[in-house]
Each structure stands twice: as structure tokens, then as C-alpha cells.
């Protein structure tokens, strides 16, 4: 059912002619979604949690919607947008896809975008949380969420709770930059004054030097911004530079306590608050449905990369139901504007105007419960859009 092909290495670099105008192929009985994500390297959680979820959604719901097969081709890019781009012409050209959908980060969903409008396919882009990335197509939807969305909800949480120095930590690109200029905005608009603010090599990087800036500016919080899959790494650094010792307390949007990662933190964490659109202890009946399945299946819980790809393969789905199969893609973007549903992150739309999800985000603080590590939600900020595009 779930067909999978790495993409390799290997793979010759000559760029493939003629992807403009080269709609895919209708065929009568299946449609084809082409899935480009990070399985190996620095963002490879990401990517498995991702098809995962996808495994599980089609598991439960089936593999055929409006009375066709859907096939899933599945390429590794590994975070590098070249691959991505190579990967998608590929799937564009030659296996015909109805659909692209992954994208692990940021630059590999800007590298696809053109190919979407000139093959005038949808994006479904169930990761990379830059705020521009929609503007880049009108074929580019997106379920994941924004930077945006969570970065200015916890800088006005913070200055609101007796937290008046910062220094900040972030990863140096595109959404490490989203991350920190809108929790910067609310943060310091609410009195509060950053004291300390270093970036980080995105692929690989160590963060015990910038760490021990941290701890020398003896702030009263670190504002972290890393993406999914570093947050293991930052949270061992910090515990061993001492900087939970002197009290200095994290904070950040919810990357850095991704729950695909955060039973394996150790102690350090607890205390840690974040704000994000999903929990693993998210208290739905759904949620706990999706979770308790998804252990089942993997053995590990799911985190919030697992349900932004469980919502974008039913977006997927709805989008075909509401065509009643047409794989049009400018009639399958139309169908995905508006689309509301209940998710296990709670209820979610997608922004008729704008191609972005509408969501809750929740302030939550890392508890032990029965023995493990959840971020356990105490705040709701329901609806929220992408500020990143309000505030314009």
C-alpha cells in the first residue's frame, strides 16, 4: 500500500528540462503523491514521523478516496534543497505525480515551489513553518503551522510572567530568523530587554560555546529556536554547561521539546515552557485515539511533525473527495481553501486567503506524568493565524 523509494545520492545532478507545462498524467485509477522529506541526516525524525503518520492515516481511513488508488512515492532530500528540487522534477516529469507534500524544512519548500506553478500541482507542505512560504505559489498549502504563530504568543507569555531578561538561541535560517524577530517584537513591545542573542549553524551544530555565552549573560530565560530533532542535543549541552544549576529556565516555541524526543531529555527539561500547536498529552479523545495507534504501530509516541503529516494526507483526501476525484490541480487547491476538520492537535482550517493553517496554540510546561515527560498544555490561544501576514 505504502510505496517507498529513496531517493539516493547517486542520483545525477543534471538539472531535468521541461517541467513548465507538463501537467501530470491523469490516469483513471490511481493518484499519485509524490512525498519528498529528510530521511536521513539532521532532520531524519522528521521525515519518519511524517510517513509515518501517513502510513497510519491510510491504515485506518484506506487507500482509496472518489474511487481512486492513492499511491504514495516516497524520496529522501535529506534537508538539501537541491535534492529536493532534482527529487521533485522527478516526480513531476517522470512518475506524474497529482501531488508534492513533505518538505522538512524551509529551503526545500521554497526549491519546489516553482516547480508546483509551472506544473500546477498542489504543495502540501507539512513541515517547514516559514512564514513566506505561502507566497511563494498559489499552489502551496501548508498543515504544519508558523513560526509566527507560536514565537509571538510566548514572548508576550513571558514578559507577563515576571521574565524581564532573555538571551536567545536560535538556528541561522530562514525560520530561526521568523522565530526570533516576532518573539524580539512582542517581547520587548511588553518592556522586556534581550540581553544575549547568538545563532546557530543549522546542519550539525554544537552548542556548548554559545551555551556558555548564555550562562555569562545571566539572563533570567533562553528564548531557543532549533528544529525538530535538535532539541535532544541542545537540552544535553544545556544540562551539562550547568545552566539549569543557575536557574536559568528555557523557553522557545515547542521545537526544542518535540515530543518524538523529549522522554530521552532527562530532568533538565522539566520546568521548560514553550508555546505550539500540539501535545502528545493533548487531553482530546482524538488525540489520545491518534497516540495510543500510532505507539502501537511504531512504538513511540507521535510528535507534532507526526500529526501535521496525519492532517496533510487528509487534506489530501478531502480535497480528492470534494473534486470527486478531478485531479485538477488548480480544482484541488480550491477545494483545500476553507476546509475546517477536528484534528488531534484540536480543530484547524486552512485560511481561504492566505493557503495557511489556522490553529490553536497552547502554552505548555514539561511535567512528569506516570514517570514520563510531557509537555502538559495550561494556556489556549484558539484560531490563531499566521502573523507573520496579519501583522503585514
Do not use: C
Not at 523509494?5 to 509524490?34: H, M, Q
Not at 508546483?116 to 501548508?142: C, F, H, L, N, W
Not at 470534494?322 to 487547491?333: E, I, M, P, Q
Amino acid at each position: 500500500m505504502f510505496e517507498r523509494r529513496v531517493f539516493s545520492r547517486t542520483v545525477a545532478a543534471a538539472a531535468i528540462a521541461g517541467v513548465a507545462g507538463l501537467a501530470p498524467a491523469k490516469a483513471e485509477d490511481s493518484v499519485k503523491v509524490g512525498l519528498i522529506l529528510p530521511m536521513t541526516g539532521g532532520q531524519a525524525s522528521t521525515g519518519k514521523q511524517i510517513e509515518n503518520a501517513i502510513k497510519l492515516y491510510m491504515q485506518q481511513k484506506g487507500d482509496t478516496v472518489a474511487g481512486k488508488k492513492i499511491e504514495i512515492i516516497l524520496k529522501d532530500d535529506a534537508a538539501i534543497p537541491d535534492k529536493t528540487k532534482t527529487a521533485a522534477q522527478e516526480l513531476i516529469v517522470n512518475d506524474k505525480v497529482n501531488f508534492i507534500a513533505g518538505f522538512g524544512v524551509t529551503p526545500a519548500a521554497l526549491a519546489a515551489a516553482p516547480l508546483a506553478t509551472q506544473a500546477k500541482i498542489p504543495e502540501v507542505v507539512m513541515a517547514a513553518g516559514t512564514s513566506i512560504i505561502t507566497e511563494r505559489s498559489p499552489y502551496i498549502v501548508r498543515t504544519s503551522f508558523t513560526l509566527a504563530q507560536s514565537s509571538t504568543i510566548i514572548g508576550d507569555w513571558a514578559v507577563k510572567n515576571g521574565i524581564k531578561k532573555v538571551a536567545t538561541l536560535t538556528s541561522d535560517y530562514a525560520p530561526g530568523n521568523d522565530a526570533l524577530n516576532f518573539f524580539k517584537q512582542n517581547f520587548t513591545a511588553g518592556g522586556g530587554e534581550v540581553v544575549e542573542e547568538v545563532k546557530t549553524p543549522l546542519q550539525n551544530p554544537d552548542f556548548a560555546p554559545f551555551l556558555q555565552r548564555m550562562k555569562d549573560a545571566k539572563p533570567d530565560a533562553i528564548f531557543v529556536f532549533v528544529p525538530a530533532g535538535q532539541g535532544g542535543n541542545f537540552m544535553k549541552q544545556y544540562a551539562e554547561r550547568g545552566l539549569d544549576k543557575a536557574g536559568i529556565k528555557v523557553i522557545g516555541p515547542g521545537d526544542v521539546t518535540d515530543d518524538d524526543l523529549l522522554n530521552n531529555m532527562g530532568d533538565a527539561v522539566l520546568g521548560t515552557v514553550t508555546a505550539h500547536l500540539y501535545s502528545a498529552a493533548h487531553p482530546s479523545q482524538m488525540n489520545k485515539d491518534f497516540v495510543a495507534a500510532y505507539k502501537k504501530a511504531f512504538g513511540n509516541r507521535p510528535g507534532f511533525m507526526a500529526v501535521s503529516g496525519y492532517d496533510g494526507i487528509h487534506l489530501i483526501y478531502e480535497a480528492l473527495k470534494k473534486t470527486n476525484g478531478d485531479t485538477d490541480g488548480t480544482k484541488l487547491v480550491e477545494a483545500m481553501k476553507g476546509q475546517k476538520w477536528e484534528s488531534p492537535r484540536g480543530p484547524i482550517s486552512i485560511d481561504p486567503e492566505t493557503r495557511d493553517i489556522v490553529q490553536n496554540i497552547y502554552i505548555r510546561k514539561v511535567e512528569k506524568v506516570d514517570g514520563e515527560l510531557y509537555n502538559v498544555e495550561f494556556a489556549t490561544f484558539e484560531a490563531v493565524k499566521d502573523l507573520g501576514k496579519t501583522k503585514k
